[in-house]
């Protein structure tokens, strides 16, 4: 429990000081102890029910869900208050990142960010475009107890520009104009987030070869010179 304070406190920091801000770093905290209580899955109907059985909070099932799918939830502080708490993010004084994109197949017609993926990995059976949100995902490698992991950094939903032109009610964001970006856009700039985060560090990105191309690569050594390298996949 006194590593979960140390983790939390800082997260309810990135959050604004105003009345409202203050409730959504509670709620945003208690959401995450039930994410790690194993009480049940953490789909969201169940983070709702351990919410108000285990903690009490006594939450409205509309205030719930406004709550998980707002905008207003300050990802890019979240993100460098998580990047701040890993202890030793480096592997041999190089800093790991692995990069990918990976979809997240859905039911519901009116969630954010879906439309009809194209999934080159789907089996016979399976669609080849299902409808489902298509994630941009980096992670940092690191070994821990003996064996390689990934852990989150940062992601990004791609929203493909067809849909987008389409003004299809699932890409809007409420407050928010949504411009397009390409994969390797929005790959370039969590890159360079993170590596302004850890400045003067050199960063090794592991990904496969439709990320692993100049697309990529330019745009991070102009704005990061030398400190940026690629380790790629052909398989």
Same mark, same amino acid.
């Given at each position: 429990?006194?590593i979960?304070?140390?983790?939390?406190? /800082?997260?309810?920091?990135?959050?604004? *000081?105003?009345?409202?801000? !203050?409730?959504?770093?509670?709620w945003?905290?208690?959401?995450? #102890?039930a994410?790690?209580?194993?009480?049940?899955s *953490?789909?969201?109907?169940?983070? +709702?029910?351990?919410?108000?059985?285990?903690?009490g909070?006594n939450?409205? $099932? !509309?205030?719930?869900?406004?709550?998980?799918?707002s905008?207003?939830?300050?990802w890019?502080?979240?993100?460098?208050? +998580?990047w701040?708490? %890993? /202890?030793?993010?480096?592997?041999?004084?190089?800093l790991?990142?692995?990069?990918?994109?990976?979809i997240?197949?859905?039911? @519901?017609?009116? %969630?954010?960010?879906?439309?009809?993926?194209?999934?080159?990995?789907? $089996? =016979?059976?399976?669609?080849?475009?299902?409808? &489902?949100?298509?994630?941009?995902? %980096?992670?940092?490698?690191?070994?821990? $107890? @003996?064996?390689?992991?990934? +852990?989150?950094? *940062?992601?990004?939903?791609?929203? /493909?520009q067809?849909a %987008?032109?389409?003004?299809?009610?699932?890409? !809007?964001?409420?407050?928010?104009?949504?411009?397009?970006?390409?994969k #390797?856009?929005?790959?370039?700039?969590?890159?360079?987030?993170?590596a302004?985060?850890? &400045?003067?560090?050199?960063?090794?990105?592991?990904?496969?070869?439709?990320?692993?191309?100049?697309?990529?690569?330019?745009?991070?050594?102009? $704005? #990061?010179?030398?400190?940026?390298?690629l #380790?790629? =996949?052909?398989?």
């Amino acid at each position: 429990m006194f590593i979960l304070n140390d983790i939390l406190k /800082p997260l309810q920091n990135a959050f604004s *000081s105003t009345n409202l801000g !203050r409730e959504r770093a509670h709620w945003f905290s208690y959401a995450i #102890l039930a994410f790690i209580i194993p009480f049940t899955s *953490s789909i969201s109907s169940n983070v +709702l029910r351990c919410l108000n059985t285990l903690f009490g909070l006594n939450i409205n $099932k !509309r205030r719930f869900y406004t709550f998980m799918a707002s905008n207003k939830i300050p990802w890019h502080n979240l993100w460098a208050a +998580l990047w701040h708490l %890993i /202890p030793d993010p480096l592997s041999d004084g190089r800093l790991m990142i692995a990069l990918d994109d990976f979809i997240n197949p859905k039911t @519901g017609r009116n %969630i954010f960010g879906c439309s009809h993926i194209f999934d080159h990995a789907a $089996k =016979d059976n399976q669609s080849k475009y299902p409808w &489902a949100q298509n994630v941009v995902l %980096i992670g940092l490698l690191k070994v821990i $107890k @003996g064996r390689w992991a990934c +852990l989150p950094l *940062s992601q990004r939903f791609y929203l /493909p520009q067809k849909a %987008i032109n389409a003004k299809s009610d699932n890409m !809007r964001v409420a407050g928010k104009v949504v411009s397009f970006q390409t994969k #390797l856009q929005q790959a370039v700039e969590m890159v360079i987030q993170v590596a302004q985060h850890f &400045a003067g560090v050199d960063i090794i990105i592991v990904c496969d070869s439709w990320f692993g191309n100049n697309g990529l690569f330019k745009p991070l050594r102009t $704005k #990061l010179g030398n400190f940026v390298h690629l #380790l790629q =996949d052909y398989v």
